[in-house]
């Protein structure tokens, strides 16, 4: 079991920042790639970005490529997003994910989630 649990959520005015934390326990942290992912009223969760183990790749979707930037702390079982130039369609709940797989095919990418944390809101304003 790997328990996840995000913080850094909040309300931000459009053009603003926003650093999220996913603090990891549990087995082991550094053997699974982590990701985040955003569910927006009325929508279907959606893949936003991940990164690999040993921190050495990291994939986006084009969304918010140039803008979020995600990073991991092995030592601390941490993972970070950093989101710059925020905009009012990036409010959602975002979460945390144990990736055991992914993939990218035609234009986006698909993966394999093993544990989610319980989601952080946040809210961009126009």
């Known amino acids: 079991q790997v328990q996840l649990v995000e913080s850094g959520g909040g309300l931000v005015q459009a053009g603003g920042s926003l650093r999220l934390s996913c603090a990891a326990s549990g087995r082991t942290f550094g053997g699974y790639a982590m990701g985040w992912f955003r569910q927006a009223i009325g929508k279907e969760r959606e893949f936003v970005t991940a990164?690999?183990?040993?921190?050495?790749?990291?994939y986006y979707a084009d969304s918010v490529k140039g803008r979020f930037t995600i990073s991991r702390d092995n030592a601390k079982n941490t993972v970070y997003l950093q989101m710059n130039s925020l905009k009012p369609e990036d409010t959602a709940v975002y979460y945390c994910?144990?990736?055991?797989?992914?993939?990218?095919?035609?234009?986006?990418?698909?993966?394999?989630?093993?544990?989610w944390g319980q989601g952080t809101q946040v809210t961009v304003s126009s």
């Open positions: 994910a144990a990736v055991s797989a992914i993939t990218y095919y035609t234009g986006s990418y698909s993966t394999k989630v093993d544990y």
């Open positions: 990164i690999s183990w040993s921190g050495g790749s990291t």
